[in-house]
């Protein structure tokens, strides 16, 4: 899957504008807990609410994340394993796929070419029921 020149050059702008938008939301979602004598301790969040913020992620493209992309917009937000486990998680739950060259999608935006390249097969109903007969149709003939 090639990308346009335009396609290229959004893709950074679109990440960037993503990770603003996390980031406001994990500001929102962390606790800071005021203990005394100039000293405040923040939480980190819960995997459920990283779990939402991936989500989020992947609502806000509108279409597949790779995992570099991934890793720049939760940088400082969350470390690479624990962002890899809760991909993990969503995608045992069939909440996201995984496609090929490492890249997550919510089932609405499983390009129709790689329905069959999914590597979690339990999605690929959900896939199909979320997407219009004709976009498969067309996938499978080109």
């Known amino acids: 899957m090639s990308m346009s020149r335009n396609q290229v050059e959004e893709a950074p702008k679109d ?15 962390r ?28 609502k806000l493209a509108k279409r597949p994340l790779s995992w ?12 690479e394993d624990r962002l890899r486990r809760v991909l993990n998680m969503l995608k045992a739950r069939n909440e ?11 089932p609405e935006y499983v390009p129709p ?16 029921k979320m997407q219009k007969p004709e976009e498969y149709t067309l996938g499978e003939t080109q």
Not at 68 to 79: A, C, D, L, N, Y
């Open 15 to 29: 990440i960037e504008r993503i990770r603003r938008i996390i980031l406001e939301d994990y500001d929102r979602l």
């Open 31 to 58: 606790e800071t807990l005021d203990v005394g004598m100039d000293i405040s301790i923040t939480t980190a969040l819960i995997d459920t609410d990283i779990e939402k913020l991936v989500i989020k992620a992947l």
């Open 68 to 79: 570099r992309e991934f890793k720049q917009i939760f940088q400082g937000v969350v470390g």
């Open 96 to 106: 996201i796929a995984e496609l090929t060259h490492t890249r997550y999608s919510l």
């Open 113 to 128: 070419r790689e329905i069959q390249k999914v590597k979690n097969p339990g999605i690929i109903n959900k896939i199909l």
